[in-house]
């Protein structure tokens, strides 16, 4: 088993910064992509940004040019620098971690709330 535990949420200004992390505890694979997911109200979970523990990155597009993912594989944690906020980044982010092996796990965070005020 796998447990993600995120921190850094929070209220912010638009134009502001947050940085969000994200550590994993527990039987981590080796092979893996740590990312982000969003479910802002009243709409379905999107990706926002997945790191694999090469270091490929993938960014949506919603966000690309304001956030940028990184992870420090040492410490298993994975961290979400968003820039530029925007009120239509309001959501619940949660961190995922998922195996790439077969039958690998897919394990979720309990979210942190990211809140952008006009």
């Known amino acids: 088993q796998v447990q993600l535990v995120e921190s850094g949420g929070g209220l912010v200004q638009a134009g502001g910064s947050l940085l969000l992390s994200c550590a994993a505890s527990?039987?981590?694979?080796?092979?893996?992509?740590m990312g982000w997911y969003r479910q802002p109200p009243g709409k379905q979970r999107e990706s926002v940004a997945g790191?694999?523990?090469?270091?490929?990155?993938n960014i949506a597009d919603s966000v690309k040019g304001r956030f940028t993912i990184s992870r420090d594989s040492a410490k298993n944690t994975v961290y979400l620098h968003m820039n530029n906020l925007k009120p239509e980044d309001t959501s619940v982010y949660y961190c995922?971690?998922?195996?790439?092996?077969?039958?690998?796990?897919?394990?979720w965070g309990q979210g942190t709330q990211v809140t952008v005020s006009s």
């Open positions: 995922n971690l998922r195996e790439l092996r077969a039958r690998g796990g897919d394990y």
């Open positions: 527990g039987s981590i694979v080796s092979n893996n992509v």
């Open positions: 790191i694999s523990t090469g270091g490929v990155t």
